[in-house]
């Protein structure tokens, strides 16, 4: 258990319980897969082929590896996984996401937590002075803190994560993609031309390509897109150092402006003692790359010497140090419907992260919201693939994701443009303080909000439960597991499987018996030959395969029967016909607000909400709209 305390409020973030034996004992680590299906013996023959291991590529591949009936394959150009530099902040919903996939505690014990943020600019006379000092994170806008780690880390858990599942994925090193091309294939479509490291081509026939091979993308190239906006004038030094000085806010977040200096950013890292710098170097000029400036470790330690004085820094070890330039820039398409040539029928080839849009880090981005897009495609992905789903839920993604990059990029322009400005302004840095106080809801990656689509319902029945906006992601709350009275996040129950939810808010007095709301919800989803149970599960599966059904009850847990129950809520499951317990919650009383009140549900009437399997609230609905339920899922789902 991880206590985050804020202004005397403490949250708890628990860490859900695993599940597993359902298909028999196995001793050992249960987070390796005791089931691994054999590795690809046909490398030329893939149903997913994901170029780059950055933060997109390797969000995909851990998602997709969960999945052993689909083959994937993941190649990187470089020798080996990343292991220095590059990105290192984690937005709350990031580490949300981390959670879906099982390693958010590992994360949050290494990594640095962003709690407080100060800001300082000079006095009247000139001098760097406090001038502020916040809190980062509001109250109750995630469960998960907001961290520093470094990007590499990150890469490390999703890499274990891959190998650890079904089909023990791990990627190709030192394979770069040199060529791609559409074929007339009905079954593979996609032949991509690659050079190992022996400088050998080989050739990979693909239902699907995912470029996530950063912003000199080739994928991007292949289909003829660019990134369009502002081309990168910014210079920034960035360094990663252990220093020794006298500035008293360097473990906190700090924004620095000074007089005549420039401007600095501080990061403190994971660890007590390293600090990151982003120091704001000169534009560059027309056609001047960063490379060109030759801008050396000295030459930032210095910068960042001069910005700090009066006080002392004195750097003892450069662990990583980068100059680098960044434009503002998005494409606009994130799949092949809009490339040049033959127009396809469905996308198959689709480029995330920086190969479709880029921007400064200031706002610290980069790596969250490349992580975002891929999350929002794979398990899109594995629907068609696994013909749970039409092939035009692929559309949504450039849809969703690209709507969002231009949000993306917006904010960032102002974001810069504020941190930038120039000392004589005195209005500036009072300016960035508030802009950056004010959208700290949308850095910390939990204001993203999907509009009405084929997998996004309208906002009809929004009233009976206000705190799970219809587009946004699932906002967790403190639950009681009635089984064993396990205490813990609700959220945590979304797992990356693939699986949607259907959480079930009881009315008041509903205690589960067959007069109740959820019972007869329940009958329904069981029995009905229309329900979506019945549609969309294959008749040899487990009940909970393709939809997971939970229901939160509002007594106490002590005063509920688990005995009394639908037995519906607990399923028979796996090999041995196992019980799943893990489906019936109730409100956590200790936590102050219980979840119905922190998220707005209506008591009276309790409410559905339909939850996607990216954990994004697709829908909300009265308990007993049962065609509306059945006419949300026709839209994109195909019957078994
Ligand atoms: P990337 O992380 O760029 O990953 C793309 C991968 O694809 C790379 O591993 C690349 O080798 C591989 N690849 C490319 N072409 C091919 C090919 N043809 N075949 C096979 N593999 C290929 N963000 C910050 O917030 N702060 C920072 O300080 C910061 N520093 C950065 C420094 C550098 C040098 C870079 C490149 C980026 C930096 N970023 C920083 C940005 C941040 O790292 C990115 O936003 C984030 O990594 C994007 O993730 P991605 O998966 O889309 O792309």
């Given at each position: 258990?991880v ?8 949250h ?5 319980s695993?599940?597993?034996?359902f298909d028999?004992?196995h001793p050992?680590?249960?987070?390796v897969?005791?089931v ?18 950055g ?5 995909l591949a ?5 999945f052993?009936d ?5 190649v990187?150009?470089k ?5 220095i ?5 984690v937005?709350?919903r990031?580490v949300?996401?981390f ?6 505690h590992?994360v ?8 407080e943020t100060?800001?300082?600019?000079p006095d ?7 001038s502020d000092r916040?809190?980062d ?5 995630s469960e998960m803190p907001?961290v520093?780690?470094?990007q ?10 891959m ?10 090193y ?6 791609l091309?559409?074929?007339s294939?009905p ?7 690659l ?17 996530c091979?950063g ?6 190239n292949?289909?003829?897109y660019?990134l ?6 910014q210079?920034?030094g ?10 008293p806010?360097i ?5 620095i402006q000074?007089?005549?200096q420039?401007s600095?950013?501080?990061i403190?890292?994971e660890?007590?003692t390293?600090?990151r ?5 000169d ?9 060109d400036?030759g801008?050396?470790a000295?030459m ?11 006080f ?9 140090c ?12 994130f799949?092949?419907?809009d490339a040049?040539?033959e ?15 880029t921007h ?11 992580m ?6 794979g398990w899109?992905?594995?629907a068609v ?14 849809l969703e994701?690209?709507a ?7 904010f960032?322009r102002?974001?810069a443009?504020?941190?930038?400005s120039?000392r ?5 840095a009072?300016q960035?303080q ?10 910390a990656?939990?204001?993203t ?5 084929l997998?996004?319902?309208?906002e009809?029945h929004?009233q009976?439960?206000?705190g ?6 699932f906002h967790?709350?403190p639950?009681i ?11 945590h ?18 205690t589960?018996l ?11 989803l ?10 969309y599960?294959?008749s ?6 393709v939809?997971?059904?939970?229901a ?13 129950m639908?037995e519906?809520?607990?399923p028979i499951?796996g ?7 893990e ?9 102050g ?20 399997p990216?954990?994004?609230?697709a829908?909300?609905?009265?308990l ?6 059945e ?7 195909i019957p078994?």
């Amino acid at each position: 258990m991880v206590i985050n305390s804020f202004q005397g409020r403490t949250h708890r973030l628990l860490i859900v319980s695993m599940q597993y034996h359902f298909d028999g004992f196995h001793p050992g680590d249960p987070e390796v897969s005791s089931v691994q299906t054999d590795p690809l013996t046909d490398k030329g023959q893939v149903d997913v082929l994901i170029v780059g291991c950055g933060p997109a590529g390797l969000t995909l591949a851990a998602q997709l590896s969960k999945f052993p009936d689909i083959c994937t394959r993941i190649v990187e150009r470089k020798s080996g996984p990343l292991e220095i530099g590059q990105a290192d902040g984690v937005a709350c919903r990031s580490v949300e996401m981390f959670e879906a996939f099982g390693f958010a505690h590992k994360v949050v014990r290494e990594a640095y937590w962003v709690n407080e943020t100060s800001f300082w600019k000079p006095d009247p006379d000139g001098v760097i002075a406090r001038s502020d000092r916040i809190q980062d994170v509001e109250d109750d806008l995630s469960e998960m803190p907001h961290v520093i780690l470094s990007q590499a880390r990150i890469h490390d858990f999703f890499l274990e994560t891959m190998r650890n599942g079904p089909t023990g994925l791990v990627p190709d090193y030192q394979c770069e993609l040199v060529g791609l091309e559409r074929t007339s294939d009905p079954e593979f479509p996609v032949l991509a031309s690659l050079r190992g490291s022996d400088g050998e081509p080989a050739t990979v026939r693909a239902k699907f390509v995912v470029g996530c091979d950063g912003a000199r993308s080739s994928v991007r190239n292949a289909l003829g897109y660019e990134l369009k906006g502002e081309a990168a004038r910014q210079l920034w030094g960035v360094m990663d150092v252990l220093a020794v000085t006298d500035f008293p806010d360097i473990r906190l977040k700090c924004a620095i402006q000074s007089k005549d200096q420039g401007s600095i950013l501080i990061i403190p890292r994971e660890g007590g003692t390293m600090v990151r710098l982003y120091i704001e170097l000169d534009e560059l000029k027309e056609r001047e790359r960063a490379a060109d400036r030759g801008v050396t470790a000295d030459m930032l330690a210095e910068k960042a010497s001069a910005i700090l004085k009066p006080f002392r820094f004195d750097v003892r070890q450069v662990a990583w140090c980068s100059a680098y330039e960044i434009g503002q820039r998005v494409c606009d398409s994130f799949d092949d419907l809009d490339a040049e040539g033959e127009r396809p029928d469905i996308p198959r080839i689709f480029i995330a992260g920086d190969a479709c849009h880029t921007h400064s880090p200031k706002a610290g981005q980069g790596m969250n919201v490349s992580m975002a897009d891929t999350f929002n495609l794979g398990w899109k992905l594995a629907a068609v693939l696994r013909g749970q789903a039409k092939p035009e839920l692929l559309g949504t993604y450039s849809l969703e994701r690209r709507a969002k990059a231009h949000e993306l990029i917006a904010f960032d322009r102002e974001m810069a443009r504020l941190f930038s400005s120039k000392r004589s302004d005195p209005k500036a840095a009072k300016q960035f303080q508030h802009y950056f106080q004010k959208h700290a809801r949308y850095t910390a990656g939990v204001e993203t909000c999907y509009d009405a689509s084929l997998i996004v319902g309208d906002e009809d029945h929004q009233q009976l439960a206000i705190g799970f906006g219809i587009g946004t992601r699932f906002h967790s709350g403190p639950v009681i597991r009635l089984a064993d009275a396990k205490p813990l996040q609700l959220g945590h129950v979304l797992k990356v499987d693939g699986r949607w939810r259907l959480i079930a808010f009881a009315p008041s007095r509903d205690t589960g018996l067959p007069v109740g709301q959820i019972a007869h919800l329940c009958d329904y989803l069981r029995g009905d030959p229309n329900s979506p149970i019945a549609r969309y599960t294959p008749s040899d599966a487990d009940a909970d395969s393709v939809f997971d059904v939970r229901a939160v009850f509002q007594s106490h847990h002590q005063e509920l029967a688990i005995e009394a129950m639908p037995e519906f809520l607990k399923p028979i499951k796996g090999r041995l016909g196992l019980i799943d317990y893990e489906k019936i919650f109730c409100p956590d009383l200790k936590q102050g607000p219980d979840i119905f009140d922190l998220r707005g549900v209506d008591r009276k009437s309790g409410a559905l909400v339909v939850v996607r399997p990216d954990q994004f609230v697709a829908d909300i609905l009265p308990l007993n709209h049962f065609e509306h339920l059945e006419g949300f899922f026709s839209r994109f789902m195909i019957p078994v």
